[in-house]
């Protein structure tokens, strides 16, 4: 990259009262048809205009043309139906009702490539794109037919190559698998997550990130979270593993976390996307907030390898205040890269 400093969004932008019903998280589309199709586009490039008009450098489609992070992928892949249900623990924290693996899985077609070709004919900037990781696809479905997390996960992996390949070919230039089961199942990530992980971004020439996060700002989190104690230290699990992996980036919560940032030289040499902006509040951070984390993180990451970014998806959020969060970041990031030059 050739700017110091590059900012970026974790992933989700808040979308249009026009689209889904706003400040809610998976909340269902308001149209149908072809006019959901173009309603999806229009609030996609009204995404990428927000990024803009706040300085944002690395962007993205705000993922505006999907109602969930994982689901949305899954819905389009043979294998799975979302008729037969059941109740599982995602990230053993919450139930939640799921749809089950009935046969061999696979992709017929592309997923998100057209709406990448789309967002690519719309700016020069450099663009990521976001994709489930194996690991929390699995842990979003009931699995009535391998039988076994490992193997769904190597399937699912194959898959994932599959659409990663075709959006590099696009003209994505950073693929981010959002992983945010490597902060809760330590021993499958280290036994095979990170290698089904490495499966799915096999031959890619494009930049590739792995999101961990402590989840959106919903009510399982935040509880989650306050039975954590006073430092996380979950990252401390599975960093050695990553830090010997072929991911380039790794997208981080840091900002408000109870995380010890000395946890990030366990991944030096790692690019990291630094989460400087907490999702889980609607109060807007102040630039000086911003800069304050970058300048914790860049004793342990390299000035060169650091990435200003936000905790997580900002979907639930007011347009209102994402705009104010994704300004922060530019703002706050301006402070730090002076300081740096001067
Ligand atoms: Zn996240």
Redesign the pocket.
């Known amino acids: 990259m050739a700017i110091l400093l590059p900012t970026s969004t974790?992933?989700s932008l808040p979308k249009p009262s026009w689209l889904a019903e706003p400040e809610k998280l998976w909340s269902a589309w308001k149209l149908t048809g072809q006019e959901l199709l173009d309603a999806k586009q229009d609030a996609l490039r009204l995404s990428l205009h927000e990024q803009q008009q706040a300085e944002i450098d690395i962007v993205s489609d705000g993922e505006q043309t999907r109602q969930h992070f994982v689901t949305t992928f899954i819905e389009h892949l043979e294998g799975v139906d979302f008729e037969k249900r059941e109740t599982v623990k995602i990230r053993d924290r919450y139930d939640a009702s799921v749809p089950s693996v009935v046969g061999a899985v696979s992709r017929q077609k592309p997923v998100f490539v057209e709406d990448a070709k789309f967002l690519r004919s719309l700016t020069d900037q450099p663009i990521k794109w976001a994709l489930p990781g194996p690991m929390t696809m699995i842990d979003t479905l009931y699995d009535a037919h391998y039988k076994s997390r490992e193997k769904l996960a190597w399937e699912f992996a194959k898959i994932l190559n599959q659409e990663a390949r075709e959006l590099e070919a696009a003209g994505v230039d950073i693929i981010q698998f959002?992983e945010?089961a490597f902060n809760v199942f330590f021993d499958e990530v280290n036994d095979w997550g990170v290698a089904t992980l490495e499966r799915a971004l096999e031959g890619l020439k494009c930049e590739t990130a792995v999101?961990i996060?402590y989840?959106?700002g919903i009510k399982a989190n935040t509880d989650w979270k306050k039975t954590l104690g006073s430092e996380w230290r979950q990252y401390e699990a599975v960093f050695p593993k990553l830090q010997q992996s072929n991911l380039d980036i790794i997208s981080l919560?840091c900002h408000n976390s109870r995380v010890p940032m000395d946890l990030l030289e366990l991944i030096r040499g790692k690019k990291v996307m630094v989460g400087a902006i907490d999702v889980a509040t609607n109060t807007i951070e102040t630039a000086d907030e911003v800069a304050d984390t970058l300048r914790k993180a860049l004793q342990f990451v390299d000035a060169d390898k650091l990435y200003p970014s936000t905790?997580?998806?900002m979907a639930p959020l007011s347009r209102q205040v994402a705009r104010g969060k994704l300004q922060a970041l530019a703002a706050g990031t301006k402070i730090i890269r002076q300081e740096l030059s001067s």
């Open positions: 974790a992933g959002d945010p999101h996060c989840g959106y919560e905790n997580c998806g």
